[in-house]
């Protein structure tokens, strides 16, 4: 299959006024479509660092990240975040000041596609996260954790992409929600074919991917294929 | 971006009301400080334009005003000047009816003659007090021509009457060789036109008033054809600019006019100006120490705008930090994703400036409130820009795993 994402010798280094820190050191791995990617580690390995970088949030100090063969520091990387690459996170960063509705066009806005067809689309991403109707013209904050994650899953797999980035999904959830988020990753990646790259270090997540990494001190290696 | 603006200024009530509430609150100070300093402003202008500043030529010790012998050179260089305004000049001569000897003159000569170029030298003496024949009007101080208004009680006991030719023999003061003391020399015969009459002035004023009143320029040319230098006996004017009152001075001094010196001699030679510019200067001097004083916190009144408005936007954008970092995770820019937070402050300022200039409008000037406009566009918007210009350089990663 082809290559979505691949990594050639990857390092990053955190560079502040007084001090260097290598998070990541020759990393050099790939990510296809249809499948779903576990990096597990400790806190603190690196495997967030190397998220960012998958999503074009910066750029590696060496080596090279290409996605579809083009070299990330040559293309758009807001564009890329607009169009190909979405992330959710442990903490769910939805808008707090837009209804889940809202939240969930909002990336299709960005792309200008027109408002009607927006909300039918949001509508449409919605129920496929299995958030109920009535919560949509609620504000994030008056609903449950699992519910938030849903709405981050919707409003990720609205802007359209093919790479789901997703950094500790599960971190604030209980068992219950965090199967069926886990559920709906899977899902994403097998029936819809997205890459979707998970960074966890909860086993059960690790368990459902496909492809397992594992992260220490920033050196990354294979664990499960 | 404009649907997120939007959203924000709908849903965030209360933090914009503060803000609305600031740029109002500094739009309604800054009013009453550029009010005060365009107030000081304009009544430096009018006091310039409602504050008289005499002057008048005096001796050098200054204390003669009249009486004096003022050279047609310091005439001229007035008449000439485009500072002053309103010069009033008189000289003053005595005569007689008809032709007599010299040896006669003190039977024949009774009568009080002035050479006047405006009514009001004449002290007591108002336009509603002299009856010109037809040919003439108040243009008669203005006309060289050998023409006169007489004394209505000596027209009556002379027998004169307007349209009358009337013949007199003048005499007019010089200095004597001893000091301080003058004497009469004939000025010659000479035939006026009478155009006019003036009510008895005599017991009106304190002051001898005059029996004839003829034209100052009339006299000048008797002199002249007379080949007697012409000294005038007072000249006194108004300064047309006082705001110019250096240059003013400057010219007087050009043209021969010394300062007053107190010490000095006395004497009838007019060539010293005195003005009258004390309360002038004072109020002039007070209202402009007044200006430069509110002009100098201007700088200072600029800084803490540009503060009010950094340290408003810094502290707001402190708190929406992960609202940039959400909208750069959704692919905007750094321009982009700190457009909507510097869009929706620049909303809220002109929303407060609005509600800030419907009131001051009711009391203010329209000057000043476009200057305030500008100035806290200007400083407050310049604030708010390097504020959000910071949100824009924050690593995205950092506010991102922070907010974790």
Redesign the interface.
Known sequence: MEKMIEAVNVSYIYQTKYQKTKALSGVSCSFERGKVYAVTGKSGSGKSTFLSLLAGLDVPTEGTLNIEGEDMRKINRDTYRLNRASVIYQAFHLFPLLTVLENVMFPMQLQHVPAKQAKARAQEYLKKVDLPESLYKKMPGMISGGEQQRVAIARAIASGGEILLADEPTGNLDSQNEKVIVELLCKLAHEDNYAVIVVTHNEAVAAAADVVYGMSDGVLSVVRE | ML??ML??LK??KAANLITVCISFLLVVLLNLYFGTMHSYEQQLHELAENALVYGRVTNKNGSRDSGLFISESVLDGLSASDLITDESCAVYLLAGEGEFTQAEWEKCVHLQVSGVNRTEVVDGLSAEKIHFGKKYDESFFASDSLVCIVDESVMRKYGWETGDKIELTMYYYSSASELFKLELYPLGLVELEIVGSMERLAGVTSAIPPDVVIPFEAVRRIYHQQEIPFFADTVSFYVDDPMRLNDFKEEMRAIGLQERDPTAMDSYIGYTLAVRDSNFVTMASQLRQSIEVLRSFLPVVCILIFAIGYIVSYLLGNGRM??Y??L??????SV?GTAPFLGEQFILILLGNLFGNALMLLFADSVVVILVNGVVFAAYGIGIIMAYCRMGRK???GL??V??
């Open positions: 649907t997120y959203y924000s849903r965030r992960g609202e970092a959400l750069r995770l959704q692919g905007m820019g982009k690593s995205v990663i991102l795993t907010s974790q």
